[in-house]
């Protein structure tokens, strides 16, 4: 089993940055790609960015593209989001995902991700 553990989300005034931080631990896979979700209140789950294992496949939401970067550290086992320009309407919970069936591409779809981390708040104030 792989254990994800999100850090870094907290309380934002609209424009602030915010990083996010994913350790992985536990069974830690060769390679595997990367993924943040999001979900707000009262709404489905979404896509936010996702990295391959070597990092040069990327993807983004256009919500948040030119905003956000999504890095990694394989040493460290570790996927940041970087979120700057934030909004009020990028408050939820964000988590990060592992696909462990996916070493050269990356997945936009929570489906194809295997495990999850527990979530991290982001809260935007206006």
Request: positive net charge; glycine residues 12%; hydrophobic residues 35%.
């Amino acid at each position: 089993q792989m254990q994800l553990v999100e850090s870094g989300g907290g309380l934002v005034q609209a424009g602030g940055s915010l990083r996010l931080s994913c350790a992985a631990s536990g069974r830690t896979f060769t390679s595997y790609a990367m993924g943040w979700f999001r979900q707000a209140p009262g709404k489905e789950r979404e896509f936010v960015a996702a990295i391959s294992w070597s990092g040069g496949r990327i993807y983004y939401a256009d919500s948040v593209k030119g905003r956000f970067t999504i890095s990694r550290d394989n040493a460290k086992n570790t996927v940041y989001l970087q979120m700057n320009s934030l909004k009020p309407e990028d408050t939820a919970v964000y988590y990060c995902a592992a696909d462990t069936s996916k070493v050269a591409v990356c997945s936009t779809r929570d489906g194809e991700y295997d495990y999850w981390g527990q979530g991290t708040q982001v809260t935007v104030s206006s």
